[in-house]
C-alpha cells in the first residue's frame, strides 16, 4: 500500500511538472503559451491556453522558457517572475532582475499566470521602461526594447482613469480641476471664480508617461482668464502733472503649450500662451507664462 502511494504521488509530481506552462519564441517572432505535449527530435507539439494543439518545428525555435506568473501580494506589492522554490508556507520568486524574492503564503492576493490571447495585444509605449515592468499588473508580452524579455502587461484593464481636485493661480485663482485620461490621450478642464478673478482653461492631452502613482502630459490648451489690474495714470491740466491710481478689469483670452506632472496626486502644469486683452490700457503683454498648482486625484487606478 505504501509503494503504490509513493508511486502515485511521484506519477502526480511528474504530471504536474509536464502541465507547466511553457513560452516558445519563434524566429518569425511569434510568441506561444502553452503545454507542452509531445516531443521529439524535430518537433514539438504545443497545447496552448485556447485548446489548441500547435506543431512546432524545432529548428523555428529561438527559446523555450518557463511561462513567468505575477504574485500580487495583500499591500498591493506585484512581483513577476518564476517560481523556483513552493512549500507550505512561502514562494520562493525569481524575477526578471534575478534576484530572489521570499513572499509569504498568507500575504499572497492573488497569481495570474500569462494566456495565449493575452500575446495578441499590443504593447504600450509607456511600458519599455524595464523599471516599470511589475507597476501594472497583467500579462504576458514581448518587449523588444528589453533584450526580447517577457513580462506582464495589461490585458482586460484600460489605464484610462478620471481625475478630479483643486489648482491655484491660473486661469481663475482657485480652480476646480476635471479630467479623463486614457492610455494614450486626455482631456481636463480647469475654472475658477474669486470675485473680480475668474476664468475657464480647458486642454488636450498627450499622456507621455502612466504608472501606478506617476503620470506625464503634455497639452494644448485654450481659455480666458479675467483680471483685477491695477494701472497708475498721469492727469494734467493747464498748471501741473497728477498721477492717480485706478482698477481696470482685463479679459486675456489665449491658447498655449503646457506640461502637467502629476505625483500621488500633487499636481504641477507650466506652459506658455499667446492671446489678446480686450482693454487697451491693460498692461498684460503677449506671450504669457502659465502655471497652475495644487492636489489632483487619480480615480480608478490600481
Known sequence: MLKKLCLFLIFMFFALDASSESVVELRSGTVLVGEIIQEDNLTLKLKTNDQVVVTIEKDKIIK???????????????YVGEIIEENDSLIKLRTEDDLIMEIPKSQIQDKLS????????????????????????????????????????????????????????????????FGYTSNDVGFRFQGGYIGDIYGLQGN????????????????????????????????????????????????????????DVNIYGFFVEA??????????????????????????HRFNKR
Open 64 to 78: 523555450i522558457s518557463n511561462a513567468k506568473l505575477l504574485i500580487i501580494t495583500k499591500n498591493g506589492s506585484r
Open 271 to 296: 506652459g506658455i500662451s499667446v492671446g489678446d486683452v480686450d482693454n487697451y490700457l491693460s498692461e498684460i503683454e503677449s506671450p504669457q507664462i502659465l502655471f497652475a498648482i495644487g492636489y489632483v
Open 204 to 259: 488636450f492631452l498627450l499622456n507621455l508617461s502612466q504608472t501606478r502613482n506617476v503620470e506625464v502630459n503634455l497639452g494644448i490648451c485654450g481659455g480666458f482668464t479675467h483680471l483685477r489690474e491695477e494701472i497708475t495714470r498721469t492727469y494734467s491740466n493747464s498748471y501741473y502733472y497728477e498721477k492717480y491710481t485706478t482698477f481696470i478689469y482685463p479679459t486675456y483670452s489665449y491658447v498655449g503649450l503646457t506640461l
Open 114 to 177: 500569462a494566456t495565449t490571447s493575452d500575446l495578441n495585444r499590443p504593447m504600450p509605449s509607456y511600458y519599455t521602461n524595464s523599471n516599470q515592468r511589475s507597476e501594472w499588473p497583467y500579462s504576458y508580452k514581448q518587449n523588444s526594447n528589453a533584450n526580447g524579455g517577457l513580462y506582464y502587461m495589461p490585458t482586460d484593464y484600460n489605464l484610462g482613469h478620471y481625475n478630479a481636485g483643486i489648482s491655484l493661480i491660473l486661469p481663475g485663482g482657485v480652480n476646480f480641476v
